[in-house]
């Protein structure tokens, strides 16, 4: 099964269980049935959505300098600009 059959198959089960739940298919007691299946939807994409920011923040927190990548490019850069003024181009 291939990584994408397999989300689709588990967004059809979750989106086939919410609506046995939403259309009270299934005995749920009032309380939930009423307060928490209708705004389910809404805290699953907060939620998800909380979880790529602390991803990305992770991400960015332990983001490697290179600073050989750093002088590498400060040559080249020098080195476009080198060629760039035999051609008659004014580079600030």
């Given at each position: 099964?291939?990584?994408?059959?397999?989300?689709?198959?588990?967004g059809?089960?979750?989106?086939?269980?919410?609506?046995?739940?939403?259309?009270?298919?299934?005995?749920?007691?009032?309380?939930?049935?009423?307060?928490?299946?209708p705004?389910?939807?809404?805290?699953?994409?907060?939620?998800?959505?909380?979880?790529?920011?602390?991803?990305?923040?992770?991400?960015?927190?332990?983001?490697?300098?290179?600073?050989?990548?750093?002088?590498?490019?400060?040559?080249?850069?020098?080195?476009?600009r080198?060629?760039?003024?035999?051609?008659?181009?004014?580079?600030?």
């Open positions: 099964m291939t990584r994408a059959q397999q989300t689709l198959s588990i059809l089960l979750l989106s086939s269980m919410y609506m046995v739940a939403f259309l009270g298919l299934a005995p749920i007691p009032e309380t939930l049935q009423n307060d928490l299946i705004v389910l939807p809404f805290w699953a994409i907060v939620t998800f959505g909380a979880y790529l920011l602390a991803k990305l923040g992770y991400g960015v927190l332990t983001f490697n300098d290179v600073p050989q990548a750093h002088q590498e490019l400060v040559k080249q850069i020098e080195q476009a080198v060629e760039l003024k035999k051609k008659g181009v004014e580079v600030d």
